[in-house]
């Protein structure tokens, strides 16, 4: 099961991560832009994707668009407690790529 304290690791080893709180949620961005949220009462991360990045990761069965016009602009759910550690941490990545200014999400693309 992905964690937290998984997500906060991930987070924080891209550049200029900083962790806020949005609502009731966690916020993990750069640049002041989100980049993931985690609702601990859900057990959920929500992530901004493109909108052919969103079709790709919704792929997997623990993954899909938030059911409403945010999800039309590519914020995507992760369920925390079924999705693969590994996918957890390529959709994170991608988030981050996502949202970063080009030379940081640069430093962290594969």
Not at 7 to 30: C, G, M, N, Q, Y
Request: hydrophobic residues 35%.
């Amino acid at each position: 099961m992905t964690t937290i304290d998984h997500l906060r690791a991930l987070a924080f080893s891209f550049p200029e991560t900083t962790e806020e709180p949005h609502f009731e949620k966690t916020s993990f961005r750069v640049k002041k832009k989100i980049f993931v949220t985690h609702d601990g009462n859900k057990n959920i991360a929500t992530i901004k994707l493109s909108e052919a990045d969103q079709d790709i990761f919704s792929a997997d069965i623990s993954i899909y668009p938030v059911p409403n016009k945010w999800g039309k602009q590519g914020w995507t759910i992760l369920e925390m407690g079924q999705i693969h550690p590994d996918l957890f941490t390529d959709a994170v990545t991608t988030s981050y790529c996502e949202v970063a200014p080009p030379k940081l999400a640069q430093l962290v693309r594969p």
